[in-house]
C-alpha cells in the first residue's frame, strides 16, 4: 500500500510561471518531509524538508508547504526556469521508515 | 567529494542468473537503504539498514533477494534467481538519522545499478 502518493505523474509550465507539485500521504506517524530532484541516470538529490511542527520552509525559489490536517504537502517553484525540468519525489519519514511517492515529471518550456 | 557509490552502473543478464550489485556508502553515515525504481511504484523501499543490522527488509521478494552489510563500507544486494521483472534501477542511499528526533533527515543517493534481465 502506498503510503506517499503524487497523483499528478506530469506536469508542464511555462518558464517564470508558478509551479505547484501536490503529495499525499496516509501515516501520521510521519515527522518529517522531504522533496528530492531526479535527473535522467542519475540518483536523486534532495531539494528541500520540512518538520511537521511547521507549515511552511523556504529556499530561494522553492517554498514547501504542510497541511497536517489534510496529510498534503506541495512544493512550489517560483519562477520555472527550464533547468527545473526533472522528475519530483516527495519522501516522508519516521523512526526507522523512509518513503517515496512516485514521482512528478515537470517539464518547464521556455 | 563525499558520495555513495554504486557498482555496476549497468548489467545485462540473461533470466536465472545471480546477479549483485554493491554499495558503498559515504564514509561514517550508518544507515542505508535499497530502493528500486519502477514506473509504477516510484522508488520502492526494499531494505534498510543501520549500523549493519537489517532493520526492515519487509518490501523485499525473500524469496529471490537478499541484503547484506558484511562491513560498514560495504552494502550488497543479491539476485538468485534472477527474473525479467527484476529489471529496474536499482539505488542505495546512505545517511545519519537525526539526534532528539524520530524522522530521517536528508539521504545522499548513488547513481543507481541499471539491471536488465533477459
Known amino acids: 500500500d502506498q503510503q506517499v502518493k503524487q497523483n499528478s505523474p506530469s506536469l508542464s509550465v511555462q518558464e517564470g510561471r508558478i509551479s505547484i507539485l501536490n503529495c499525499d500521504y496516509t501515516?501520521?506517524?510521519?515527522?518529517?518531509f522531504l522533496w528530492y530532484k531526479k535527473y535522467p541516470a542519475e540518483g536523486p538529490t534532495f531539494l528541500i524538508s520540512i518538520s511537521s511542527i511547521k507549515d511552511k520552509n523556504e529556499d530561494g525559489r522553492f517554498t514547501v508547504f504542510l497541511n497536517k490536517s489534510a496529510k498534503h504537502l506541495s512544493l512550489h517553484i517560483v519562477p520555472s526556469q527550464p533547468g527545473d525540468s526533472a522528475v519530483y519525489f516527495c519522501a516522508a519519514s519516521a523512526v526507522a521508515q523512509f518513503y517515496f511517492g512516485t514521482g512528478t515529471s515537470l517539464t518547464v518550456i521556455p | 567529494d563525499a558520495r555513495v557509490t554504486q557498482t555496476p552502473r549497468h548489467k545485462v543478464t540473461e533470466m536465472g542468473q545471480e546477479v549483485t550489485m554493491r554499495c558503498q556508502p559515504i564514509?561514517?553515515?550508518?544507515?542505508v537503504f535499497w530502493y528500486r525504481q519502477t514506473m509504477m511504484q516510484g522508488l520502492e523501499l526494499l531494505a534498510y539498514f543501520r549500523n549493519r543490522a537489517p532493520l526492515d527488509d519487509s518490501g523485499m521478494p525473500k524469496d529471490r533477494f537478499s541484503a547484506e552489510m558484511p562491513d560498514a563500507t560495504l552494502a550488497t544486494l543479491k539476485i538468485q534467481p534472477s527474473e525479467p521483472r527484476d529489471s529496474a534501477v536499482y539505488f542505495c542511499?546512505?545517511?545519519?538519522?537525526?539526534?532528539?528526533?524520530?524522522?530521517?533527515?536528508?539521504?545522499?543517493f548513488g547513481e543507481g545499478s541499471r539491471l536488465t534481465v533477459l
Open positions: 542511499a546512505s545517511g545519519l538519522p537525526p539526534p532528539g528526533r524520530g524522522g530521517f533527515g536528508e539521504l545522499f
Open positions: 501515516n501520521s506517524m510521519f515527522d518529517y
Open positions: 564514509l561514517g553515515h550508518n544507515t
